[in-house]
Structures are given as C-alpha cells and as structure tokens.
C-alpha cells in the first residue's frame, strides 16, 4: 500500500485514527503482563525469598526483562508518539529473546525442539509486520494515510483542528458520512468540547 505524510489534522480524521481495535487489544496484553511481571518480583520481594535462587532465576530475569521492555512502548503508546513502533519492534524482539534463553534454562542449555523456537519467532515476526504495516499505527502514530485518502484531503475544510476530506458533496470523518457540512460540524462539536 502507497502511504502519504500528512498533517496531524487530516491523520486525526482518518477511519483507523486511535488506540481501538487491534492495537488496543495489544496494548491491554501488554498491561496485563506488565502488572502481572510487577506482583511477581513485589511478592518474592515482600515474601523475603532470594530473588535469584536457582529454581526461580529464569522467570525472574524474565519479569525484570519484561518491565524494561514494555515501559517505553506502555508510555509512547498512550503519548501518540511516533516513536512507537521502534519501541514496540524493541519489546517484541526483546521479549523473543529472552523466551528462547529462558527455554535453554530450562532445559539445562539442552537443545529441545524447532516448535519451542519457531512458533515464537512467527507470531514475533506477525506482530512486527502489524506495527509497520497496520492502517491505524500508520495514522496514529506515522501521521501516513493511504494515497487516496491523502488526495482527498488535500481539498479538506478545516474545522477545529480537524481537516475534513471530502469528495463532492459527501463528507468524511473517521469512518462516518454525512451528506451536509453542519451535520458533520455538530458531530464534531459533540466530540470536541
């Protein structure tokens, strides 16, 4: 798909603009984790147990690598920075990473199998090809909109902050049609206060 810069207006009116749909999904997983990582090592803390012992070295290591890596992503994402999927690539492959030491741990640094290695890497490399390729990370946090989109925008009518695109007499605006200029600017209104 051909992508176009934008303005942060045009990006802001597209369809796919926002933290919903898969992304949020995404971004809930990744909380989730992130608070599950924190109760374990605040409860080994508060239990008094060694942190590092050898029955529990590998998750431990696992937990802290997990809390570094998703920080920035869990912040860039809520700032709309466009920084965001660097951050989410480095936590992806971060995390991969440290799976695969984690399963050698385990294992006693014996190889065990191809699954343990390749069903990882594969929904890894999936969730890396959505955070570069997704319509809704490209417009939220790349401020690039298709082509055809962009082309129409070029003639959009401004409105608090928002650029409007519109083709003849059909106005867009995050997904929605409306067939008159002041139905769209109520619509707006409701959602702009």
Same mark, same amino acid.
């Given at each position: 798909? /051909?992508? !176009?810069?934008?303005?942060? @207006?045009?990006?802001?009116?597209?369809?796919f603009y926002g933290l919903r749909g898969w992304l949020l999904f995404f971004y809930v997983i990744v909380t989730a984790g992130f608070v599950m990582a924190c109760v374990s090592i605040?409860?080994?803390l508060i239990s008094g147990a060694p942190l590092f012992s050898?029955?529990?070295?590998?998750?431990?290591?696992?937990?802290?690598?997990?809390?570094?890596?998703?920080?920035p992503f869990l912040v860039l994402v809520r700032t709309y920075n466009s920084k965001m999927p660097? /951050?989410? !690539?480095?936590?992806?492959? @971060?995390?991969?990473?440290?799976?695969?030491?984690?399963?050698?741990?385990?294992?006693?640094?014996?190889?065990?199998?191809?699954?343990?290695?390749?069903?990882?890497?594969i929904g890894s490399?999936?969730?890396?090809?959505?955070?570069?390729?997704?319509k809704r990370v490209n417009a939220t946090y790349r401020r690039r909109v298709p082509e055809e989109y962009a082309e129409w925008a070029e003639t959009g009518i401004p409105y608090k902050g928002f650029v409007i695109p519109h083709n003849q007499e059909i106005y867009?605006?995050?997904?929605k049609e409306f067939a008159t200029l002041e139905a769209l600017h109520q619509h707006i209104d409701k959602i702009v206060k």
């Open positions: 798909m /051909a992508w !176009t810069k934008v303005s942060d @207006g045009v990006a802001q009116a597209y369809t605040t409860s080994l050898e029955g529990e070295g590998g998750s431990i290591y696992l937990s802290l690598a997990y809390i570094v890596l998703t920080f660097h /951050a989410a !690539t480095a936590m992806i492959a @971060g995390n991969y990473v440290f799976s695969v030491i984690d399963v050698f741990y385990r294992s006693g640094w014996q190889w065990t199998s191809w699954q343990n290695l390749a069903i990882p890497f490399a999936l969730l890396v090809w959505y955070f570069w390729s997704s867009w605006f995050r997904g």
